[in-house]
């Protein structure tokens, strides 16, 4: 009950909100300074302004209650002053809440002290300046910034909010006018204002409305973040469905009232310009009622959980669209070009019926033919299979153990027909009555969801000889092996890796890691994200003796430069070596933890020179990897391949200088594979 009174709440105060602003902006068009033959419906509209105003600040009280309540789970904390004050001080939900009411406050002194002054448009658009601020305000509780609060994260849903406000806000005084002139009936001067008025307004709609399709589809596209199957597998998914869908009929109606219905009140025959009034206010007044739906189900999305964090355990369906997976296919490029340009034919034929004159039923029966007939041409050829766990989230995270473990199952129950390095070259591969993929070389593993793969381990391929391993392997250790085929094909992916950085570019996410140092020291690599850079260094005892010492020495340099250093030895140190390689050392070497490590960034060792795709593989004796303080793998060094490289102290604090000049701001990389 207490969410359907704050949906209410939320609801009613937006839609007062955007009526003022609307209505403003449409006042502001009309440019109406002191013509007393509009002043009726004017006058009309401006009454209600002090109500809708005076609804915003409640209808954000009632909102404030309802948060209290599910926050503390009590209504007895409503009578306590000290909880209130706790939540608008101490949370940023509250802090919101407190400028959003500030605002809406002075917007109610703007409406009640502007009613009192002369109509002019300065006045309607001082009110619609204030107007939008409440909205501006509001937009900083979005899912959009509650990911990053900052400009470019905050103005795409912004403006959306504006937009909505300056087409929808603008309907009630659209349909008064018309109601207006219709009961009362006005000269031929009259009706000529009224027509370029609306005709003004209409000119701005369509603009106004594809920007409105624009800023949404920025915000979407931050919000799904390219879990667009959510759209519909997720409550927020089809919650937004339903919105498009309702938002297409609108543009669908608005279309025809500007093509359609307003250049018929040209027309000066007394009788049938009525008739045309009374037939455009008919589809304005269903083009508001959807709008108001519409607003409606925006403010139920704003409190669903964001699809990012939905989870689709189980897709609802048995295929999926995939461009990665089937663009390269025969004539596929070629279907789809041919159905995108009948979508667009769909979408012309809407302008197309105002000069044909086209009735209601023949522009959408045409319209829609076109529509549904490029999707039928266009979908097709981008489906491939899909299972129930293609989009589950993995049960596993994109660690150095689990990484670790998927390769040492790997060892035991693929290697024979998959290969040592994944080429589906294994003893047994060529017995088989189908070809194996190369995981390694061929981007399968971007063609494909990590749920794909799970299902495959778990079940096993239709029509081919890979088995299910339901029974012989838990959930865990399946979800480890599809981390170790993600970081067999990452780590090949990544043999474009040199010394040196490329600036401003980071695509490499290596797995994460916990350790434990010799001195006692220990955490996880994401520790020092958004903090420090990381040298990770992999060496051999005592053959990289050497190397060990210098880093010593260079200690100082790199830790004023804001890089931590962690060393992890190739194999296990008896006790007497490692105090051979502490000795004095200021830096960390990673005792528990570190077969892992080696394990998983193995996967890494993979040049353009040396890709290192034959047999077994090698491992080099001494590795080095460079991560930014996002968590990106920037930069590689492997002395046996790269000669000189960071033997040079200051080659590699000047790659380390590169990192720390960077400007952008960086998302940390996903802590499970996708």
């Not at 061929?442 to 969801?449: I, K, N, S, W, Y």
């Not at 993600?486 to 992916?493: C, K, T």
């Not at 890691?513 to 006692?520: N, V």
């Not at 060792?605 to 303080?629: V, W």
Request: glycine fraction near 6%; charge should be neutral; include cysteine.
């Amino acid at each position: 009950m207490i969410e359907v009174i704050a949906a209410i709440a939320r609801w009613i105060q937006l839609i007062a909100n955007l009526i003022l602003l609307g209505s403003c902006v449409f006042f502001a068009i009309a440019s109406t300074r002191k013509r007393a033959y509009i002043e009726p419906w004017i006058e009309g509209l401006e009454r209600v302004f002090p109500w809708l105003a005076i609804s915003i600040p409640v209808g954000l009280l009632i909102i404030l209650i309802t948060t209290i309540v599910q926050i503390t789970a009590t209504t007895g904390n409503l009578w306590q002053p000290e909880v209130w004050f706790g939540i608008v001080k101490d949370t940023r939900v509250g802090q919101i809440w407190m400028w959003r009411t500030i605002l809406s406050i002075l917007l109610l002194f703007v409406v009640v002290y502007l009613r009192k002054v002369s109509k002019t448009r300065w006045r309607y658009i001082l009110c619609a300046v204030i107007a939008s601020l409440p909205l501006i305000a509001g937009s900083l509780a979005s899912h959009t910034a509650a990911e990053e609060l900052s400009l470019i994260a905050v103005m795409p849903y912004a403006l959306h909010l504006i937009l909505v406000g300056i087409w929808f806000g603008a309907l009630p005084a659209f349909l008064l006018l018309i109601y207006e002139d219709n009961r009362h009936g006005s000269s031929k001067k009259v009706r000529n204002f009224e027509f370029e008025t609306l005709k003004r307004f209409s000119f701005i709609a369509l603009p106004t409305m594809l920007l409105i399709i624009l800023t949404g589809i920025v915000v979407g596209d931050r919000i799904f973040d390219g879990h667009y199957a959510a759209l519909v597998a997720t409550p927020y998914g089809l919650l937004l469905s339903a919105k498009l869908l309702l938002l297409g009929v609108i543009l669908l109606i608005a279309s025809r009232v500007r093509s359609y219905w307003l250049p018929l009140l040209v027309d000066n025959k007394q009788t049938a310009e009525s008739g045309n009034k009374l037939g455009m206010g008919k589809w304005v007044r269903i083009e508001f009622v959807l709008a108001l739906i519409l607003v409606l189900l925006a403010t139920i999305i704003t409190n669903t959980t964001p699809v990012k964090y939905a989870l689709i355990d189980n897709w609802p369906f048995s295929f999926r669209f995939s461009i990665n997976a089937t663009w390269n296919q025969p004539n596929v490029a070629i279907q789809v070009w041919i159905g995108l340009t009948l979508l667009v034919l769909a979408a012309g034929s809407i302008q197309l019926s105002r000069f044909l004159n086209w009735g209601l039923k023949r522009l959408i029966s045409i319209s829609l033919i076109l529509f549904l007939s490029g999707l039928a041409v266009a979908l097709p050829p981008l489906t491939i299979p899909a299972y129930p766990e293609t989009y589950r989230k993995p049960l596993t995270p994109f660690d150095t153990m689990s990484v670790a473990n998927g390769a040492t199952l790997y060892a035991e129950q693929c290697v024979e027909c998959h290969g040592y390095q994944g080429k589906g070259n294994g003893i047994k591969s060529r017995t088989l009555s189908t070809k194996l993929p190369d995981l390694l070389t061929e981007p399968h593993t971007a063609e494909h969801t990590p749920g794909d793969f799970y299902h495959w381990i778990t079940y096993g391929m239709v029509n081919t000889d890979m088995p299910g391993y339901v029974e012989k392997l838990s959930d865990e250790d399946r979800w480890d092996l599809v981390n170790f085929v993600h970081a067999l094909s990452r780590g090949y992916q990544a043999r474009i890796l040199t010394s040196e950085i490329t600036p401003n570019k980071a695509f490499v996410k290596p797995p994460v890691f916990s350790y434990t140092g010799h001195d006692g020291s220990s955490g996880v690599l994401q520790d020092f994200r958004e903090s420090k850079a990381v040298l990770l260094v992999i060496f051999s005892w005592p053959e990289s003796q050497d190397r060990i010492e210098q880093l010593r020495h260079a200690y100082s340099r790199l830790s004023e430069q804001n890089v931590a250093l962690l060393a992890v030895p190739s194999r296990e140190l008896s006790s007497d070596e490692l105090a051979q390689v502490v000795t004095e050392l200021p830096f960390a070497i990673v005792t528990q933890g570190a077969s892992e490590i080696i394990s998983s960034y193995a996967l890494w060792r993979r040049t353009l020179t040396h890709p290192d795709i034959i047999g077994r593989g090698t491992n080099p004796e001494h590795m080095e990897f460079l991560i930014d303080r996002y968590g990106y793998m920037r930069a590689r060094w492997i002395p046996s391949i790269d000669s000189t490289g960071w033997s040079n102290i200051d080659q590699l604090n000047q790659q380390i200088s590169l990192l720390n000049r960077e400007n952008i701001i960086m998302p940390v990389p996903e802590e499970y594979v996708r």
